[in-house]
């Protein structure tokens, strides 16, 4: 069982996103992701052009200290993608000092047992498993096209089983009106579980202010670097 950890950053900040947007967390962020999204906003995990030198190695203990320190209402685990590693002393971990475990995955591998909730955020280059859309608290569905929503619930056979399914434009394009308006008409012709959108924490650059957050790598790719 792995209980050390490849971490690229970690962070107090509150959750940009979703259902607990606004609510102060504590972001473990974990090195590695074999999705490789044409457009990803965390390719420092990842890409040759932007992974750090030297990547910190953590234990699950120490990790759960360093998050309890900062008296977070909850832990997000993010990437990358977290769940190509196994998260389970990790999880056992955060559970011993006291604190909830969020995840942010884009579905396609297993989801350990043990989080209290569970953001799905499935990703064209490696589509989700139909288990992990069944456990999702919520979706985010990355609106990169105005055709975007209707091919993903095609995907999904038409119907989705979250009761939330977020509608965030790819950030790249959030001020494309043909993005904007696509999910404002989808939320305004289907209602739930559409929910329509938005990366809060990017215009306050609240990750940010931590000293142990990274810059983040070129929003919606470097086409320098071939993403
Ligand atoms: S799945 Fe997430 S971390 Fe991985 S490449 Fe795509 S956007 Fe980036």
Redesign the pocket.
């Known amino acids: 069982m792995a209980d050390v950890y490849p971490v690229n950053e970690t962070f107090l900040s509150w959750q940009g996103e979703g259902v607990h947007l606004g609510r102060k967390a504590f972001f473990i962020r974990l090195q590695g ?1 074999p ?3 044409a457009w ?4 420092s ?2 890409h040759p052009g932007f992974v750090p030198k030297q990547v910190r190695k953590s234990s699950a203990e120490a990790l759960a200290a360093e998050a309890a320190s900062s008296r977070p209402e909850f832990v997000v685990l993010t ?3 977290p769940c190509v590693h196994d998260l389970g002393p990790l999880l056992a971990a955060l559970a011993s000092v006291g604190l909830k475990a969020h995840l942010e995955t ?1 579905g396609a591998y297993p989801i350990a047992r043990g989080f209290a909730w569970v953001t799905v ?1 499935p ?1 064209w ?1 490696k589509p989700p498993l139909a288990d992990s859309l069944a456990r999702a608290d919520e979706v985010k569905l990355i609106v990169e096209a105005p055709d975007s929503i209707d091919r993903w619930t095609e995907a999904v056979g038409g119907k989705w089983l979250s009761p939330n399914v977020w509608l965030h434009p790819e950030w790249s394009q959030r001020a494309v009106p043909a993005v904007l308006r696509a999910i404002t008409e989808q939320v305004k012709s289907f209602g739930a579980p559409f929910r329509a959108g938005w990366q809060v924490h990017k215009p306050y650059a609240a990750d940010s202010l931590d000293p142990r957050a990274r810059p983040p790598a070129p929003l919606g790719g470097d086409p320098a670097n071939g993403f």
């Open positions: 992701c999705v490789k999204c990803c906003d965390s390719a995990t990842w990437g990358g993608e884009c955020s990703k280059a």
